[in-house]
């Protein structure tokens, strides 16, 4: 298909890349190719693209994660279509605004066939096995890209905001904790796109949400978007007997916890009996104890999940597009300030989705 944008991928664009794993400063802003776009792929400019806590995780090194460097993070982008494969039989326009499925799949293996990409054996995501989008331009395959409906008034800063969070907090709620109409929720440290993402959800279902958080300001929000429920762990550190006081002693159904090690013993003495504790993160480390006493004891169900298959992210975008979930936005800053980005992620000061803008 004919474009302007032909050949550009001989052309240099700006990114943000690193050659060397390590803090924020190893990121650099620069001239690096543009890339090619292969027959099923599409090519984006991309308009914004949001930070996950997974960037952090890949700039410093993940083990046994080997990366072409330069590498260019980035999982949640939204952008326009510039150029379109020649092999691309979905109709797409040139100009056309869309969002693109952080997720790479097979698309052959027995997960895979059941719509279960994310156990798919060679799942791999943007940004983070793949270069993402921390860049004028990025390109991926058709079947990834997502278009934005025209009758949306989803701002294009907010549609980078939403698909990984959004696709992870579906699995986890939807798929994993079916969670349902009256059910009690505890979500660990609201302030995190997962457990924003998973807020909106929940009060959909018709949940009742109680939030934590060391900051009253977070809380506060919280409660602008739906939250039922904060308690400010800072002033209330053994919160889960303030969570049985407000269950009439019973414990709440479901708790999200990706805050991992630091909140692990207190999220499992929150739940009621035959509760389920679901996770997706362990922000604070991964190396949490269970007494396995009250596991068994309470009958608790402990599950993981990761991202979300195609199915789970059109099923949670159809709540996007009609208005139920919100993106939130914290701040937009220039991708050449991806460093300054980096650093407010790690400190945890962010509300909602720090994007950046090419
Ligand atoms: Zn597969």
Request: glycine letters at 10%; charged letters at 20%.
């Amino acid at each position: 298909m004919y474009s302007i944008f032909s050949n550009l991928w001989v052309k240099p664009m700006k990114a943000t890349v690193f050659h060397e794993h390590g803090g924020p400063d190893v990121l650099s802003y620069e001239d690096t190719d543009t890339p090619k776009v292969e027959d099923t792929q599409v090519l984006i400019k991309v308009k914004y693209v949001a930070l996950n806590h997974l960037d952090l995780f890949v700039r410093r090194g993940i083990p046994g994660l080997k990366l072409e460097m330069p590498h260019i993070l980035g999982s949640d982008i939204s952008g326009e279509i510039v150029e379109v494969g020649s092999k691309v039989s979905v109709p797409f326009e040139i100009g056309q605004n869309v969002i693109v499925d952080p997720g790479i799949s097979c698309g052959v293996c027995e997960f895979c066939i059941r719509g279960q990409e994310s156990l798919c054996s060679s799942y791999g995501i943007i940004g983070e096995h793949y270069r993402g989008g921390y860049a004028e331009f990025f390109s991926v395959a058709a079947k990834n890209i997502i278009p934005i409906p025209k009758e949306s008034d989803l701002d294009m800063a907010g549609a980078a905001s939403i698909p990984l969070t959004l696709m992870t907090a579906w699995r986890l709620l939807m798929t994993k904790a079916q969670i349902k109409v009256g059910d009690d929720l505890l979500i660990i440290g609201i302030g995190g796109g997962v457990a924003l993402a998973g807020l909106q959800i929940a009060k959909a279902a018709g949940a009742r949400v109680i939030v934590t958080s060391s900051s009253n300001e977070k809380l506060e929000k919280a409660y602008g978007m739906g939250a039922d429920i904060g308690i400010n762990h800072n002033d209330t550190p053994e919160y889960h007997k303030e969570v049985f006081r407000l269950t009439n002693n019973r414990g709440v159904d479901i708790v999200l916890d990706s805050v991992g090690q630091a909140t692990w013993d207190r999220s499992l003495k929150s739940l009621r009996k035959g509760g389920k504790l679901v996770t997706c993160g362990a922000t604070s480390g991964p190396k949490a104890e269970t007494n396995v006493n009250l596991l068994f004891w309470k009958q608790l169900e402990i599950l993981g999940s990761t991202m979300g298959s195609r199915d789970e992210l059109r099923m949670a975008l159809k709540l996007v597009w009609n208005g139920t979930i919100r993106p939130t936005v914290d701040r937009i800053l220039p991708l050449s300030r991806a460093q300054e980005a980096h650093e407010i992620l790690e400190e945890g000061a962010q509300m909602g989705k720090l994007v950046l803008k090419p």
